[in-house]
Structures are given as C-alpha cells and as structure tokens.
C-alpha cells in the first residue's frame, strides 16, 4: 500500500495495488478506483484535511455510502464481526481509518 499527500493542494492518494485503472467513482471528494475486474486498486480523497479533520468517526450511512455497499450488507457484515463499530444509543459509529482499510 502506497500513501501520498499533497499539502498544498490537500490531495490524498492511497493506491491498495499497482494495478491499472480501469474504472472509477466520484463523490463527495471521494475517489474510488477499480481494475478490470471491479476490484477496488485505490482511493483518492480531495480536501482530505476537511474530510478527516470532520470527525474521527462515521455514521451507517456515511460508512455505507463511502464503501458503495447497503445498510443491510453492513449490518450482515457487523454481526459477523467483519467490521469494528462503536455504539452510540441505537446508533453505530465507524472510525473512518477502519472503513478506508475495508474499501482495500
């Protein structure tokens, strides 16, 4: 894994493998780039001091959307204990570093 930041730009780059681009998604400053056969290579993150700098955790929602995946496949993954969350009420809450180490 390859981590590059640009401070005077606040650009992050996190390239999970040396593969070739062939497909990628853009939202919300987030850049996710797949291989040929769908598999997540890297993640581009513009504003990256924003992002971060937000908060350390993640909603469902926030986790669900970053990662591309359903509230339903989260709590399946959650009970499996795939994911590590933290409960706050009825609520869960994700560190963003363990929801960025999943998209790898």
């Known amino acids: 894994m390859k981590i590059h930041h640009e401070k005077d730009i606040d650009f ?3 390239d999970f493998s040396d593969e070739i681009e062939s497909k990628s998604e853009y939202k919300d400053g987030i850049t996710i780039r797949y ?6 290579i890297g993640i581009d993150i513009t504003d990256s001091m924003q992002l971060f700098a937000n908060s350390e955790l993640m909603t469902l929602k926030e986790a669900c959307d970053f990662l591309n995946i359903s509230e339903s496949t989260m ?3 959650i009970r499996s204990g795939k994911v590590a969350y933290i409960k706050e ?3 869960y809450r994700f560190k963003k570093q363990e929801i960025i ?3 790898a």
């Not at 291989?35 to 997540?40: E, I, L, S, T």
């Open 35 to 40: 291989n040929k056969k769908g598999h997540v």
């Open 12 to 14: 992050l780059s996190i």
């Open 75 to 77: 709590r399946r993954r």
């Open 89 to 91: 009420g009825n609520e």
């Open 101 to 103: 180490k999943l998209a």
